[in-house]
């Protein structure tokens, strides 16, 4: 085999101008067969999780990343040695740590290949990962030591490598222990001596998960000696499974900011130091809506379709955007321009187990109710099932967040960036209401509506609101609107 006939898989932009990914799972390993098309990994990015497919039959030669990592797109994270043998002249070689800009591609493998790799129409491999080796003997910490200066900023280690590492007890090895920076802070706050754990990584870099596992072994209830555990409980570290992604240290608990998080915190950030909010309420009866509600479930028109009172309030902030087209806008701070959305991608915010997305309905000003409760049902199952795509949560123009599911009031939302306003729609719950002149019980929330100041004034926001919660009070109105 030659370096010629093997080719660097790099990871690609998966959404709209991402950066960087994060692998959490490979469904291969080196020494497997793979074809076109097929899955060889999951990625997770600050939109979306998504499974990548290779686009050439081959063998993997090399894993360059292990689950857990987060990756620059453009970066290579798979070696292949492609069918056939030769490959291009121009194509790389896998061994550099840090591979080269892509040669171009030859003409069976076009570029057009790339949108493929968004979404989940490709099934799984059924491929299944074997654990991974831990880098044994003189010739394994030997390589390793190429790579000692980029990790540690020390330059090469010597090229005799010290013995396996020893219990803390023994004298200090010769060649300091491989460990990424971030690795070892962790380490030195967890009290752990890198020099008694045994690596699982490549090359024998020793891992996040390698230290959590040592802080385990110290603090397992057997465990009654004051010194450091022996080296044998670590050595079965290839056949533990995969670490939390938080972890415990005595009274707090950490948990690394990465994919929907991150990307979340950085929006909000952004959008609370960059677009100046104001929030406005209205508590509104509610009680014609839910009746309304439960008369249109037993429509034939809505069956096997979720009718909720969302998809309600969802039409409601239709209409008033229709009344009042000036509030699906954005600024454009580049150009100094109010740019006005002639259409409406309803952004509909979801919690989901990888933390608050906001996908969206596109032209959802173009549907019927029964079509925009299909639209809604989807939406929330995809969210549900961690299967959003990057494309489903970009464009948005106007978005509701119910926080009333959770039992509160209101809130005071925050904009998705490059939006001027969000509804935030409270618990609809019985309070004791004024109505034809008599106290009476009735189906009661507040709605909050949150604008961007520079292009939205109190009159145009009070209008929206108010003609939002006026639909609610009054449904027939979606008639007489329309």
Known sequence: ????????FKMPDV????????????????????????????????????????????????????????????????????????????EEAPAAAVPAA???KPAEQPAARQPVLVGYGVATSSTRRRPRKQAQGPAARQAASAVQAELNGHG????????????????????????????????????????????????????????????????????TAPAAPPAAPAASAPDRPAAPASYDT????RIPVKGVRKATAAAMVGSAFTAPHVTEFVTVDVTRTMKLVEELKQDKEFAGLRVNPLLLIAKALLVAIRRNPDINASWDEAAQEIVVKHYVN?????????????????????KTLPELAASLGELVSTAR?????????????????????????????????????ILAVGAIKPQP????????????????????????????GSKVLADVAAVLEQPKRLITWA
Request: charged share 20%.
């Open 385 to 421: 099932e961690g299967k959003t795509s990057p494309s489903a949560m970009q464009g948005g123009t106007v978005t509701i967040t119910n926080v009333g599911v959770f039992g509160v009031d209101t809130g005071t939302p925050i904009l998705n960036p490059g939006e001027s306003a």
């Open 15 to 90: 959404g709209e101008g991402l950066t960087e990914a994060e692998i959490l799972k490979w469904y291969v390993q080196p020494g497997d067969t793979v074809t076109d098309g097929q899955v060889v990994c999951e990625v997770e990015t600050a939109k979306a999780a998504v499974e990548l497919p290779i686009p050439y039959d081959g063998v993997v030669r090399a894993l360059h990343f292990p689950e857990g990592t987060t990756v620059d797109v453009g970066t290579s994270i798979i070696a292949v040695e492609v069918a056939g043998g030769a490959a291009p002249a121009q």
């Open 433 to 460: 209401w004024v109505h034809k002149g008599k106290v009476k019980p009735r189906q009661v929330t507040t709605l909050a509506l949150s604008f961007d100041h520079r292009l939205v004034d109190g009159e145009l």
């Open 346 to 366: 309803l952004g509909i915010a979801a919690a989901t187990p990888r933390g608050l997305i906001v996908p969206n309905i596109k032209d959802a000003h173009a």
């Open 102 to 104: 892509e040669p171009e």
């Open 250 to 253: 005595a009274r707090e608990t």
């Open 156 to 223: 090469a280690a010597p090229a005799a490598p010290a013995a396996p590492v020893a219990p803390a007890a023994s004298a200090a090895p010769a060649q300091r222990p491989l460990a990424k920076p971030p690795v070892r802070k962790l380490a030195k706050d967890l009290g752990v001596d890198l020099a008694t754990v045994t690596p699982s990584g490549p090359d024998g870099v020793i891992t996040r998960e390698d230290v959590h596992a040592a802080v385990a072994a110290a603090q397992a209830p057997q465990q």
């Open 1 to 8: 085999m030659t370096n010629a006939s093997v080719r660097e």
